[in-house]
């Protein structure tokens, strides 16, 4: 109950917080309270990683050895790739050997830490797996209802969206970004264009992809709610989520935005996942996440910062539940940089490209255009 208590009080600083932004060009006592705020939810969630952590398995030395083996030949291989990356080669040679290295992480990930055979698993309460099923659908209901007339139309940029998502596969290469729009990561167009393969290009299609999208996040916040609250309050959680009026509304429409806070959740997950199990799989996983996230809308880049603050709150009051698991999160930061990798590169030969859409979609643009109106009045 304290643990709660803590999380609405961290909600209600950051919502005070929040109502001082507007009112300043640069908000510090806003900022003060958005500190305050993360400092508490810090606080709240570390008692959620238990120190009986599971730990490691006696393992055979040469399964271990070629555990290791596999995610050092992942490395090299995906690292190689980088840099035919920054001479903006992005051909199938170089690609294939990215995936590939990636790939050949994962599976050293895994036989680092084989599953236990005969191992039980505890049993879930009939109300826990009818609740979730029940908010699943519920999910399902809000962002699929209409579809095709909720909202009316398409967009400006939705239209953007779909016709730069058919121009992509008719390019020889891969490319990991796109000045079209003002300029953004493509995963999103490359998950349009699969799926404009698959069924055909229309508005339904595109806003199928978001919808599945959206479902598969309500789906994934369960668990990562579930490993650190209570059953009931994990399931209210997800349920808010699933009618949550922003979630649904960009469930809805076609802009790469709805892939941020999947990539967000999967990567807490994962990260919490490992912190607790010390599993190099689930940090390896949580860098993929983390990586991948890049890829989608700009506020996901706060994501890498709430990550380091979370392990260096960790080091700095808990360092006896940090001991063995600096690997896991080297591996995780290592993962993350090699999946980042050919986006990575792009910025580094065209830097204005990481800066330009973030200088026009600031909310201090916003909070400035507002003092100039009140001035003027």
């Not at 290791?68 to 903006?88: C, D, E, H, M, T």
């Not at 050293?108 to 797996?129: D, I, K, N, S």
């Not at 330009?356 to 009045?377: K, W």
Request: aromatic share 12%; glycine share 8%.
């Amino acid at each position: 109950m304290q643990r709660v208590l803590a999380l609405v009080i961290a909600l209600l600083l950051a919502a005070w917080g929040q109502s001082f932004a507007p009112k300043r060009d640069f908000p510090w006592d806003a900022l003060i309270l958005y500190g305050a705020s993360a400092l508490i939810f810090v606080f709240a969630v570390l008692p959620g990683l238990p120190h009986g952590a599971q730990g490691p398995s006696p393992l055979l030395p040469r399964l271990r050895r070629r555990g290791w083996l596999l995610i050092v030949l992942g490395i090299v291989l995906s690292g190689a790739a980088a840099v035919p990356f920054l001479r903006k080669d992005y051909s199938t040679l170089p690609m294939a050997m990215w995936l590939l290295g990636l790939a050949l992480i994962v599976a050293g990930g895994y036989l680092l830490w084989p599953r236990t055979a005969g191992q039980a698993r505890p049993g879930r309460p009939w109300w826990e797996v009818w609740g979730l099923c029940f908010i699943l659908l519920v999910a399902v209901f809000v962002r699929v209802y209409q579809l095709t007339a909720i909202p009316n139309g398409l967009y400006l940029d939705e239209a953007d969206n779909d016709l730069e998502a058919l121009r992509l596969f008719t390019l020889p290469t891969f490319i990991p970004f796109t000045p079209v729009s003002n300029g953004h990561p493509t995963l999103f167009l490359y998950l349009l264009g699969l799926a404009f393969k698959a069924i055909g290009p229309s508005p339904f299609t595109m806003r199928v992809v978001v919808a599945v999208v959206g479902v598969l996040t309500v789906a994934a916040f369960y668990p990562l709610a579930r490993q650190l609250f209570a059953r009931w309050l994990a399931l209210a959680l997800t349920f808010l989520l699933a009618v949550s009026h922003w979630h649904v509304t960009f469930s809805r429409i076609g802009f790469e935005g709805i892939l941020t806070p999947l990539a967000a959740v999967l990567t807490f997950y994962w990260l919490l996942r490992g912190l607790r199990t010390r599993r190099p799989l689930d940090f390896v996983l949580a860098g993929l996440s983390l990586g991948a996230g890049m890829y989608t809308y700009l506020p996901f880049r706060a994501i890498p910062g709430a990550v380091i603050a979370l392990l260096a709150a960790m080091v700095l009051f808990d360092p006896a539940r940090w001991r063995g698991r600096v690997a896991g999160a080297g591996l995780m930061v290592v993962t993350s940089l090699l999946v980042f990798a050919p986006l990575a590169a792009h910025f580094w030969d065209q830097p204005n490209d990481f800066y330009n859409r973030a200088s026009q979609a600031s909310v201090t643009l916003d909070m400035q255009r507002q003092h100039s109106n009140q001035n003027e009045v």
